[in-house]
Structures are given as C-alpha cells and as structure tokens.
C-alpha cells in the first residue's frame, strides 16, 4: 500500500509562488500517473495536472503557464510548482497516484491535502 503526503501549501499574496510535494512511500513496485486535484468550498474537485511515469504532462486550462508539475522517480516525489497565484486558486490540493502492487494489481491512492490560500 502506498502512502501520500503532500506538503508545501500555505498562504501567500496574489502573484506569488508556492512548491507542492507529494511524496510517496510504502510497499510497491512503481508509481505511475501522478495527479494534482484541488477542491474549492463549495465546489467540485477539479484535475490541475497530471504526470506520466515517463514524464508526460498535462495541464487544466486554468494553470496553463502558471503551475508546472515535474517528479523525481528516484525519490518518488511529485511536485507542483505554482507560479503567479491567484486568489482563485484557493483550495485544498490533493496528490493521486495510480501505481503496482506487488501483487501485480494497479491501484490508486491519494493523499490528505494541504491547504492553498492566495490572499492580500
């Protein structure tokens, strides 16, 4: 089973930057797919991005050249970085990671969140 923490959330002013990580740890075989979701109050959890083993990203429209999400497989750590925040980019920020079991079963997990809050 795998475990994620995510850290680097906080509050920060409009136009700032923060680093999300997500790092993994337990009993597994390979971390695949990575996403970044967040969830705004009163609203629906959104995909921010996502990251293929090998390295392949994709990007909500909404963080397209602001957020960039990249990962050290070597620590198995993803992270997000995020550039020119937003106050609409306020949320709770969750890591999901599809990855194989040792028993051959691919499986997802995802993490508690950490809080982002972009105000002046």
């Known amino acids: 089973q795998v475990q994620l923490v995510e850290s680097g959330g906080g509050l920060v002013q409009p136009g700032g930057s923060l680093r999300l990580s997500c790092a993994a740890s337990?009993?597994?075989?390979?971390?695949?797919?990575v996403a970044w979701y967040r969830q705004a109050p009163g609203k629906e959890r959104e995909l921010v991005a996502g990251i293929t083993r090998a390295g392949s990203t994709n990007y909500a429209d909404a963080v397209k050249g602001r957020f960039t999400i990249s990962r050290n497989n070597a620590k198995n750590t993803v992270y997000l970085q995020m550039n020119s925040l937003k106050p609409e980019d306020t949320a709770v920020y969750y890591c999901?990671?599809?990855?194989?079991?040792?028993?051959?079963?691919?499986?997802?997990?995802r993490g508690q969140g950490t809080q982002v809050t972009v105000s002046s």
């Open positions: 337990g009993s597994f075989v390979s971390i695949n797919t």
């Open positions: 999901n990671a599809d990855y194989l079991r040792r028993d051959g079963y691919g499986v997802s997990s």
